[in-house]
């Protein structure tokens, strides 16, 4: 075969095997999405259920047709008095989260005077911790009738008796947040065991709302975690919690804001997709 002739031959054949593998290669793997081409997510989380939470928070999101995550310790005063109440909000849709029996805290930290001695997490046995914790899961179980669950590390501390606790609840746990942190960088790189927050306190409507935009931004989340609201300790106002909200029912198919449980499942899933 003429030189001229065999080179124009082998590029046709070239050409037509890099068509048909193309045909064959699936498509890349999309970049990481949230449901119905929403920009980003947002958890509304609330800790240590104090009554403003069941008074003011709660009422609020069911006006708004949103749903917040509650993460009771179980031993706070409105698990025994006020039962019937959290067990409607689960009935509503809300997320009843572990955040362990006791909320137990390391007292050699700084600003920790408040912590009492036999809930001073720096003399409690990291195996006992995690007891008390799976226990929580059982008895949020009698409330909710639900076996999935997340959970939240009480202060961010990680350490029980100085030993990690946290590594030992990654099987209980669907997700667990565990550190103070800003927007969710990167959600593929996210650890779903490790999830940073927001703990806002003392802050505007106006405040909250640039937070969620920053998420959007990135095509990430943010994840809030309150505790009062309009009242009891680490409070924002009910004011500047009801402006979050409306913000949220309005840019709904922007913003998807759901459970942190419901969504932890969707990263977890959109995480483990194969290319």
């Keep these: 075969m003429p030189t001229q002739a065999k080179q124009s031959w082998m590029l046709a054949a070239i050409m037509l095997c890099g068509q048909a593998l193309a045909a064959e290669t699936p498509p890349a793997k999309s970049a990481f999405s949230w449901p119905n081409g929403a920009k980003a997510a947002v958890s509304l989380a609330y800790d240590d259920a104090v009554p403003s939470q069941l008074d003011t928070a709660i009422p609020q999101l069911n006006a708004a047709g949103l749903k917040g995550s509650f993460y009771l310790p179980l031993s706070a005063e409105t698990i025994q008095t006020r039962l019937a109440d959290w067990r409607a909000a689960a009935a509503q849709g809300h997320e009843l989260g572990n955040h362990s029996l ?3 805290c390391a007292k050699s930290l700084p600003n920790r005077d408040w912590v009492s001695p036999d809930r001073d997490l720096d003399r409690i046995p990291a ?20 076996t999935q669950r997340t959970f939240t590390a009480p202060c961010t501390d990680q350490l029980a008796a100085g030993t990690p606790y946290l590594p030992m609840l990654t099987q209980d746990f669907v997700a667990m947040k565990t550190t103070v942190g800003g927007v969710v960088a990167d959600m593929q790189r996210l650890n779903i065991h490790a999830v940073p927050v927001i703990a806002p306190s003392d802050v505007t409507g106006a405040q909250l709302i640039a937070w969620v935009k920053a998420a959007g931004e990135k095509g990430t989340m943010v994840n809030f975690t309150f505790h009062g609201i309009g009242g009891d300790h680490l409070q924002i106002s009910a004011a500047a919690h009801a ?3 409306q913000f949220l029912a309005v840019h709904k198919d922007e913003y998807w804001t759901d459970t ?3 969504l932890m499942l969707h990263v977890k899933a959109q995480q483990h997709q194969k290319p």
Aim: cysteine-free; proline content about 0%.
């Design 260 to 262: 942190f449980l419901n």
């Design 127 to 146: 195996a006992r911790l995690v007891d008390e914790i799976r226990l929580g899961n059982a008895f949020l179980q009698a409330i909710d009738g639900n």
């Design 102 to 104: 006791f909320h137990q």
């Design 243 to 245: 402006e979050l909200l």
